[in-house]
Every structure is written in structure tokens, then in C-alpha cells.
């Protein structure tokens, strides 16, 4: 089964410093992998998927993600914080369909 | 365009109720999938409906069980409730359900059994 690995539960960082999310992957066949954003109370929101192609993919709100196979990694990364990236990143791989979901990091961003 | 809509947003049942929840697909969406996210965890699968039929199932036991309608609309019902059960209920739509299809996430039914 395929699975991913959010290294860190939570992120602490100044408003304009660089956001790093780490995420690990496992497959035995090449994965299709997805980071989503969870608001308070709110349902999830796609920032940016892997499925083929083009290894560095951007997503919205300035965020993207470089996939690496030798490393199976798919670290998500923006170049400066804004107080309203303050939130839930959630890391899945994609199989058969259905979404395995990484544990989570909560980012907070300090002004 | 609506989006995916889950009612009720909040609810809270006595151990041993069943409880239904709803879920309504964005427009043009054929399949239907639900998580269940306990508090500090990441959504875990329960299962998946694409043409009426449950398509796959997590690791959930067979209380958790499902209904998809003809105009794609679904149900989660839980049957026996149990304290564990509590959790935000995730109803996530999707086109044709291939693997690097979209799916789109409700803002979920928060499940409180007392």
C-alpha cells in the first residue's frame, strides 16, 4: 500500500520567511501526490498535484513542490510567509483513486 | 457552482444511535468518496461510490456503510455509535475517480457522540 510521511506536526515561522513542508512517500509504482490546506473549521483545498511530467509544480497562493524520486520526496515550499498561510497542510498519495493522507503540520506564522 | 455541500454541519448523537449524514457532489461530478478525520489526524478513507456501488473501502467496520443516489448524491450512515466515532466527516467529489482526478472536499459534518 502506498503512504506518505509528514516529518514535523507543526511549523513556526516569521511572516516573509521561507515555508518548508516535508513529506516522504512510499510506492512501489510511480505515485500521483497531492498537498491540501485545511482552514479552521473548513473542508480541504488542493494546492498542487504531481501526476506526471515536469518534476517542480506550482500551485496557488505562491506555494510549490518539487518531486524527487531518489530522495521520495515531495517537500512543499513558499518563498515568503504570509500571515494568512497560518494553517493545515496535509500530504496524500493517490491509489486506485482513493487519498492516503499524511498526519498533518500545522503552520503558524508569527508577525 | 455550489461546490460540495454536507449537511448537517454539526451534529451530536448518544452512544449506540445511528446517524445519517449527507453529501451533495460538485455539478458534473460522479463519485463520491468519505473520510473520516479524527481530531489532530489527517482524514483517514472510508469508502467510494461511482455508479451507485460502493467501488472501494478503507479499513472501517462494516456500522460505516453507504448509499449513492442516481443523481450522484450520497450517504454515510453509522451504525451502533461509539465514542470513537467522533470525528469531521469529509465528503470528497470527483470525475470518473482516476487516480490523479481532482477531488473536491465539503467543509464537513462534525460528528459528536456523547
Known amino acids: 500500500a502506498q503512504s506518505v510521511t509528514q516529518l514535523g506536526s507543526h511549523v513556526s515561522v516569521s511572516e516573509g520567511a521561507l515555508v518548508l513542508l516535508r513529506c516522504n512517500y512510499s510506492?512501489?509504482?510511480?505515485?500521483?501526490l497531492f498537498w491540501y490546506v485545511q482552514y479552521p473549521n473548513q473542508g480541504l483545498q488542493l494546492l498542487l498535484k504531481?501526476?506526471?511530467?515536469?518534476?517542480l509544480v506550482k500551485g496557488i497562493n505562491g506555494f510549490e513542490a518539487e518531486f524527487k524520486k531518489s530522495e521520495t520526496s515531495f517537500h512543499l515550499t513558499k518563498p515568503s510567509a504570509h500571515m494568512s498561510d497560518a494553517a493545515e497542510y496535509f500530504c496524500?498519495?493517490?491509489?486506485?483513486?482513493?487519498?492516503?493522507f499524511g498526519a498533518g503540520t500545522t503552520v503558524t506564522v508569527r508577525a | 457552482d455550489a461546490g460540495v455541500t454536507q449537511s448537517p454541519t454539526h451534529l451530536i448523537k448518544t452512544r449506540g444511535q445511528q446517524v445519517t449524514l449527507r453529501c451533495s457532489p460538485k455539478s458534473g461530478h460522479d463519485t463520491v468518496s468519505w473520510y473520516q478525520q479524527a481530531l489532530g489526524q489527517g482524514p483517514q478513507f472510508i469508502f467510494q461510490y461511482y455508479e451507485e456501488e460502493e467501488r472501494q473501502r478503507g479499513n472501517f467496520p462494516d456500522r460505516f456503510s453507504g448509499h449513492q443516489f442516481p443523481n450522484y448524491s450520497s450517504e454515510l450512515n453509522v451504525n451502533a455509535l461509539l465514542l470513537g466515532d467522533s470525528a469531521l466527516y469529509l465528503c470528497?467529489?470527483?470525475?470518473?475517480?482516476?487516480?490523479?482526478?481532482?477531488?473536491?472536499f465539503g467543509q464537513g459534518t462534525r460528528l459528536t457522540v456523547v
Open positions: 510506492s512501489s509504482v510511480p505515485p500521483y
Open positions: 496524500a498519495v493517490s491509489e486506485l483513486s482513493k487519498l492516503s
Open positions: 470528497a467529489s470527483s470525475l470518473g475517480g482516476g487516480m490523479n482526478t481532482e477531488a473536491f
Open positions: 504531481y501526476t506526471t511530467g515536469a518534476t
